[in-house]
């Protein structure tokens, strides 16, 4: 099993430019996160998903747009890229939330973005 | 006030000594706790899982206690492949996690 995987690994914006996060699972996880993490800061969730076709809004979601077509994968877009959204961006997944032994996030490797 | 709370540390520690970590939370109504270990430039990775009143697992200990709203991590014996960031998690109520800014330890031979 790959777990979770991400693409790409890095990536350089023009400001204005957009771009889409792509996050695949192959563990059959029903909820699915993305998160950006920013030097001295804590991971903030900017969206969510608790199932296929649906999503939520996190902490920071602003700027950001998320889709869940299919069940392992979890699209984050940036429409207008901005350079407040340099960051390295994380996927996450779980098989469930609030359930004990169920509820682990299992990270992928991140992205690295930066916006000029 | 920060959701979630820690000491950013570094903890300087020399091999084989004993170190903890506290963190504070905020919102009462949270039910999920956990540590998270991320090491340089990687992504984070579950440590620990706090359910009750507190576990262990080999040489780490985690303790919760619900009426003064903070969790400890403890490691015992350090090694140097301890040297990471440790992150305090804990739920929103609302499905969703929060992210303390963790804090540094680095093992010394």
């Known amino acids: 099993n790959a777990g979770v995987t991400q693409t790409p690994k890095f990536r350089v914006l023009k400001t204005g430019q957009s771009m889409t996060l792509l996050c695949a699972q192959d563990m059959n996880h029903e909820y699915m996160y993305w998160y950006r993490q920013d030097p001295g800061m804590g991971l903030r969730l900017i969206h969510y998903s608790v199932g296929e076709g649906t999503t939520a809004k996190g902490e920071v979601p602003d700027g950001y747009n998320v889709s869940r077509l299919k069940k392992q994968n979890f699209l984050l877009g940036l429409e207008s890229a901005a350079p407040s959204q340099t960051s390295v961006y994380f996927c996450?997944?779980?098989?469930?939330?609030?359930?004990?032994?169920?509820?682990?996030?299992?990270f992928g490797p991140g992205t690295r973005l930066t916006v000029l | 006030r920060k959701e979630v709370e820690q000491d950013p540390g570094p903890f300087n520690v020399p091999e084989g000594a004993t170190v903890a970590f506290n963190c504070t939370y905020s919102n009462s109504a949270s039910q999920s706790f956990f540590w998270y270990r991320q090491d340089c430039r990687k992504e984070p990775k579950l440590l620990m899982s706090?359910?009750?009143s507190g576990n262990e697992d080999g040489r780490f200990t985690a303790q919760l206690n619900r009426a003064s709203q903070y969790i400890s991590l403890l490691i015992r014996d350090s090694k140097l492949s301890d040297s990471a960031t440790y992150l305090c998690?804990?739920?929103?109520?609302?499905?969703?996690?929060?992210f303390g800014s963790g804090t540094r330890l680095q093992v010394q031979p």
């Open positions: 706090v359910y009750s």
């Open positions: 996450a997944s779980s098989y469930a939330f609030g359930q004990r032994g169920a509820d682990t996030q299992y």
């Open positions: 998690v804990v739920d929103t109520g609302r499905r969703a996690l929060t």
